[in-house]
């Protein structure tokens, strides 16, 4: 007869196989991204507390009531960053009252360093990017508001989205307001399906 303690040791080493950080994913992540984990800390703030639609990487919204000056704003946010660097520099694409935009804007500094990118003479924002680890490749864009966004707009816009749709990830280039330069990650998994609603909204 196996005593009790023979009849544990077995079982004991099945749960050990078990990872100690599984759960279930929560019920407004991506299941057609498993691979993503949305569970840990800053995984609410992903999902903008559950009340924007994740597709991979991206928070899709609706909204526009928030603002006083915008009637319509569709917006797929990539959160990459902030799950898995917990940074909150914004990268996004919107359709704003039927125009279209893709923005990048710098995370506040909080009193910690600066909080806008170092404009140009010429009011533009430089920024080096690179897709899926490619050629880099070096432009300027416009400053869309007092150097803490810049972006494309329409066609422009409309055009590297295309780019990125069929990317995994983006690495942009650019310099902090005081020169210290930022390396920005971002992985780029569901943008072909979050650009979707946004391009139609736009026209495109």
């Not at 810049?150 to 942009?172: S, W």
Request: net charge negative; aromatic share 10%; hydrophobic share 40%.
């Amino acid at each position: 007869m196996l005593s009790k303690r023979a009849f544990l040791l077995p079982l004991a080493c099945l749960i050990s196989l078990v990872p100690l950080g599984a759960k279930a994913a929560p019920e407004w992540a991506d299941p057609d991204h498993p691979e993503i984990d949305y569970g840990g800390t800053y995984g609410m703030l992903v999902s903008e507390n559950g009340f924007k639609e994740m597709m991979g990487w991206w928070a899709y919204g609706e909204s526009g009531a928030a603002y006083s000056n915008i009637e319509s704003l569709k917006s797929a946010a990539n959160k990459s960053m902030l799950m898995r660097e917990h940074d909150h520099i914004r990268f996004e694409a919107e359709c704003v009252d039927g125009k279209l935009a893709l923005v990048v804007t710098h995370a506040p500094g909080m009193g910690k360093g600066p909080d806008a990118f170092a404009v140009t003479d010429s009011g533009d924002i430089e920024v080096v990017y690179s897709v899926d680890g490619g050629e880099a490749h070096k432009t300027t864009w416009p400053d869309l508001f007092e150097g803490t966004s810049a972006g494309l707009r329409q066609d422009e816009a409309y055009r590297f989205m295309k780019v990125l749709e069929k990317a995994d990830d983006l690495v942009l280039s650019m310099h902090s307001s005081d020169g210290s330069p930022m390396e920005l990650n971002f992985a780029l998994a569901g943008a072909e399906e979050a650009f979707a609603p946004v391009l139609e909204a736009c026209g495109y």
